[in-house]
C-alpha cells in the first residue's frame, strides 16, 4: 500500500509502487527528456539499471556519476555536476534525480538548487538514512573547510518517492544507522510513538512502509514548524553533538569507522545520561532507552580517547563560546536545546556509554 | 534629502546621510562586531578608509578582499570568501557588507546566500550601475563554464544603502554604463518616465538622489511583480541579448573593452531597430531613442565582425533552439518577452545601429 505524505509545498510517496507514482509525476510535470540523474558509483551499478527499467521515460535520460562517500560532499564535486548539467545543456525546466543515499540527495540538492539560480530536483533515496533523514526537511548541504554542511541552502525537493525495496539488499550496519534516527524521532516526539518503535524485535521483519511514513510525519511536522532551524528544528539535533565527534573521532581511527546513525546511537546514550544529570531525566528511563537503543543499534565500540572526542566537540562551530550545547531530554517527547554542559560531565557521560556498550575500558 | 524605498522583505535607503543611516540599521540588528566588509582592491583602497571613519561600529570590522574585475565573479572567487568566513568565525549571526560595484554585489551575495545555508547580507553599491542595477532585485550569482550568472540564488539583501557621493568620483564611461540601464527602466515602463529622464542635458549636472530614486522603484515594481523571473522580470532583459554578444566580443577584441552599460546601450538601439522591423514600432520614435541614447550614453563603436556577434547570440542558452529571442518594444512602456527574430535582421540592426553610431564600416 503506498501512501502520500504532504509536506508543505512537496509530497513524499511512500510504497512498493514507487516507479509508477515517479512516472506519474514526471507525466505530470512534463520534464520527459529533460530528468538528468545522479548517481554515485554504487547507485550507478544497481539502482540506475533498475530506475531505468522501471520507469520508462527514463530510459535514455542522460547521469551523472561521482565516487560514493561522504568526501564526495564537496566543492569539487558540486564543480562536475554543474560542468555536466551544461555540457548536457540543462536548463530552467531540467530536472535533477538524486538516486542515491544522504550524500547524494545533499550535494545533488544543493547543485541543482544554485545552478540557473535553482532548477528542480527530486529525491529518490536508497538507503534507510536518507528516507527518514536528509530527503525530507528541506536543507541541501556540502562540507567545506572541514565542517559539515557549511555550504547549503534551504530548498525543498520537488517530490520524494521512497521504496522500502532498496532496502532488501542493504547491509545490516546501514539498516541499523537509520535506525538509529527513526528512534531519535520518536524519543523527541511522544512517548506512543517511542513505546511503538521501541517494541521491534528485529530489524529484518520490520514493515518498512508504516515505520517510515511515522518517521517522515514525525521530522516534517518538527520541520514545518521551523523550517529555518531557528529554534524547533534544532531537536532533530539530539544525540549529535556526541555522535558528530564520535563519527569524526572514528573516522580517523577505525579501518571501519562508525557510520553516522551508529555514532549518533552511541550519541543518544551520552546525551541522556547527561539529560539525566542535568534535565530531570528519570533515571529508571535512562536505563530503558539506552537498552533499546543499544539492542536495536548494536554499534561497535571501539576505545576512544575520552578528552580527544571533547576537544573535537569544543571546536564545533555549534558550540559556541567553549560550552557544549546539546539537545537535552527533560522526558520522552519533552527536548530541551541550548543546554549547556561542562566538559567534565561529557567525559562521564562517554564513560556511561561505554559501560552500557559493555566494553571494557576506555583508553586502552 | 533621504529617503527609504520598501521593496517587499527590505529597503533601499537612498541619500546623502547614507553613513548614518547604516549607524542605525546596525544598532537596531544588534550585529555589532558581526560585520564582515567585502572589497574589491578598488573599494578597499578609497571606500573602506571612508566608511570605516563614518561608521563607527565597523572601525575594526574584519574585511576580505578580491581583485576586481568581472573575472573576480568566479567559484573561486566564493571559495576565498568561504575560507576567510571561516577563519574569522563567522556564523548565523554574522552579516556580509558588500561594498563596491555589480561584480562584488553579486558575487558577495552569492557566497553569503549559502554560508551556513545564509547568512545576512546588505549592499552598499558604489557605481552607479550597482546602485539602479545588481543591488536591487535579489538576484545573486557567479559566472561558471563560460556562461555569465551560471550559478547564483534568488535572494534578498537584509538591506541597500545608496549614497551618490560615490559617485564624484566615478569615471564619465563607468557613469554612462549605469544611466543606460537607467534609460532602459524608463523605456520599458512609460513615456512619461522616458521623457523626463531624456531631458537630462549632461550627466555632470545630474540630480542623482531622485533619479536612481526613480530608477530603483520602477526596476523594484517590475521584480515585484515576477520575484523568480518567469515573465515580467525578463522585460528588464531589453537591450541585453544584442548587448551581452557586443560586450562578449569587445571582451576578447578591445584592448579597452566596453562596459557593460555602454554595450546595452548600444544594444538597444539595435532591438529598436527590430522592434520598428517586427513590433509596430513607429519609425519617428526609433530615430528619436536612438539619438537620445547616442547622446547620453556616448560608448565608443569599435568594428565587429556581426556575423561573429551572432554566433555568440546563437549559443547563448536563453535563445533556445537556435532562434534569437531578444525584448521588443511595441512602443514606449510596452515591452514584448520571446519575440523570435531572424539572424539577418539581427546582422541588419547591427548595421544600422553603426551607422547611428557614426561609424565608417563594419568589417573594416
Not at 540506475?48 to 535520460?61: F, G, M, N, W
Not at 540538492?109 to 534507510?128: E, K, M, N, Q, Y
Not at 556540502?142 to 565542517?147: H, R, S
Not at 542493504?170 to 527513526?182: C, K, N, Q
Amino acid at each position: 500500500m503506498s501512501s502520500v505524505i504532504h509536506c508543505g509545498k512537496y509530497d513524499v510517496h511512500v510504497g512498493p509502487d514507487m516507479f509508477r507514482e515517479l512516472e506519474k509525476f514526471l507525466a505530470r510535470r512534463q520534464v520527459f527528456g529533460n530528468v538528468v540523474l545522479l548517481v554515485d558509483r554504487n547507485t550507478r551499478q544497481h539502482a540506475l539499471p533498475l530506475i531505468r527499467e522501471r520507469v520508462p521515460s527514463l530510459q535514455d535520460a542522460p547521469f551523472i556519476d561521482v565516487e560514493a562517500g561522504e568526501r564526495s560532499k564537496s566543492i569539487d564535486t558540486c564543480t562536475h555536476i554543474w560542468n555536466r548539467l551544461t555540457e548536457i545543456r540543462a536548463d530552467r525546466q531540467s530536472l535533477l534525480l538524486n538516486l542515491g543515499g544522504g550524500m547524494i540527495c545533499d550535494v545533488g540538492g544543493f547543485a541543482a538548487s544554485v545552478f540557473l539560480r535553482g532548477i528542480d530536483f527530486i529525491h529518490v533515496p536508497t538507503t534507510l538514512l536518507s528516507m527518514v533523514d536528509s530527503s525530507v526537511g528541506g536543507k541541501t548541504g556540502i562540507n567545506f573547510g572541514g565542517f559539515k554542511n557549511q555550504i547549503g541552502t534551504f530548498t525543498r525537493p520537488a517530490a520524494v518517492f521512497i521504496s522500502p525495496a532498496w532496502l532488501r539488499t542493504l547491509p545490516d550496519r546501514e539498516l541499523h544507522s537509520g535506525f538509529a534516527e527513526m528512534l531519535k524521532h520518536a524519543l523527541i516526539s511522544s512517548r506512543e510513538k517511542w513505546d511503538a518503535l521501541s517494541q521491534t524485535s528485529a530489524l529484518k521483519d520490520m514493515d518498512w512502509i508504516p515505520a517510515i511514513q511515522d518517521s517522515v510525519l514525525m521530522k516534517n511536522r518538527i520541520v514545518h514548524a521551523d523550517f529555518r532551524d531557528r529554534h524547533v528544528r534544532r531537536t532533530l539535533n539530539f544525540g549529535h553533538t556526541v555522535g558528530h565527534a564520535l563519527e569524526s573521532y572514528s573516522l580517523l581511527h577505525d579501518a571501519d569507522p562508525l557510520r553516522h546513525g551508529e555514532a549518533v546511537a552511541l550519541g543518544m546514550i551520552c546525551e541522556l545520561y547527561l539529560s539525566w544529570k542535568l534535565c530531570g531525566l528519570p533515571e529508571e528511563i535512562l536505563t530503558e532507552l539506552a537498552a533499546v537503543i543499544r539492542r536495536l543499534v548494536p554499534a561497535p565500540v571501539a576505545p576512544v580517547d575520552p578528552e580527544a572526542i571533547l576537544g573535537i566537540m569544543k571546536s564545533d562551530k555549534k558550540n559556541a563560546g567553549d560550552r557544549i550545547r546539546p539537545v537535552l531530554l527533560q522526558d520522552i517527547g519533552r527536548p530541551v536545546i541550548n543546554h549547556p554542559v561542562p566538559g567534565e560531565l561529557v567525559l562521564e557521560a562517554l564513560g556511561f556509554m561505554t559501560r552500557i556498550a559493555g566494553e571494557a575500558a576506555l583508553n586502552s
